[in-house]
């Protein structure tokens, strides 16, 4: 006899333990769509940065705004990545990730930013500009977006009272 207990069909057909994932599994969708939001957000911003630089007379800016722009990509696009992984890692793995990518995403911006500094065809005032429209935009989003999605605490609760009475005392 297996310790799990045996589960029957409810009564609609479906498995009682996809009833019992189904919160979560809302959780993750939500975290899913508020991080594309964001991207969505972020990128329609910084086009319309590239469609002002475009109508200057300096190429500079056109430049510095297309810079800026995959900065702010370098900076959503691993937070969209890590809510689609993030079924898939257990806590300490997802909060590794995180900081990883958090570290990987500055490092990278500063970077680019150091690279360009004294490069004349591409204006650092641009860049910031999209970095500032699209990435903050974007960070921003989800952040508001993801504390409305608060995901559940899935917590079992004990079989038998006596071990909950136990475990407190």
Same mark, same amino acid.
């Given at each position: 006899?297996?310790?799990q207990?045996?589960t /029957?069909?409810? &009564?609609?057909?479906?498995? &009682?333990?996809?009833? /019992?994932?189904?919160?979560?599994?809302?959780?993750?969708?939500a975290?899913?769509?508020?991080?594309?939001?964001?991207?969505?957000v972020?990128?329609?911003l910084?086009?319309?940065?590239?469609?002002?630089?475009?109508?200057?007379?300096?190429?500079a800016?056109?430049?510095?705004?297309?810079?800026?722009?995959?900065?702010?990509l370098?900076?959503v696009?691993?937070?969209?990545?890590?809510t689609?992984?993030?079924?898939?890692?257990?806590?300490?793995?997802?909060?590794?990730t995180?900081l990883?990518?958090?570290?990987?995403?500055?490092?990278?911006?500063?970077l680019?930013?150091?690279?360009v500094?004294?490069v004349?065809?591409?204006?650092?005032?641009?860049?910031?500009?999209?970095?500032?429209?699209g990435a903050v935009s974007?960070?921003?989003?989800?952040g508001?977006?993801?504390?409305r999605?608060?995901?559940p605490?899935?917590?079992?609760?004990?079989?038998?009272?006596?071990?909950?009475?136990?475990?407190?005392?």
């Open positions: 006899m297996s310790p207990p045996e /029957a069909p409810t &009564p609609e057909g479906g498995d &009682p333990s996809r009833r /019992a994932r189904s919160p979560q599994l809302a959780g993750d969708l975290m899913q769509r508020a991080a594309l939001i964001a991207l969505a972020g990128l329609v910084d086009a319309v940065v590239i469609g002002v630089a475009a109508s200057r007379d300096e190429s800016a056109l430049m510095g705004a297309l810079v800026g722009t995959g900065l702010t370098v900076i696009l691993p937070t969209v990545a890590i689609f992984l993030g079924r898939r890692l257990t806590p300490v793995s997802m909060a590794a995180v990883g990518s958090w570290a990987g995403k500055m490092l990278i911006v500063i680019v930013l150091l690279a500094r004294g004349d065809g591409v204006s650092t005032r641009w860049i910031g500009l999209a970095l500032l429209v974007a960070v921003l989003v989800e508001l977006l993801f504390a999605a608060r995901r605490l899935d917590v079992q609760p004990a079989d038998d009272p006596a071990e909950d009475v136990d475990a407190q005392g």
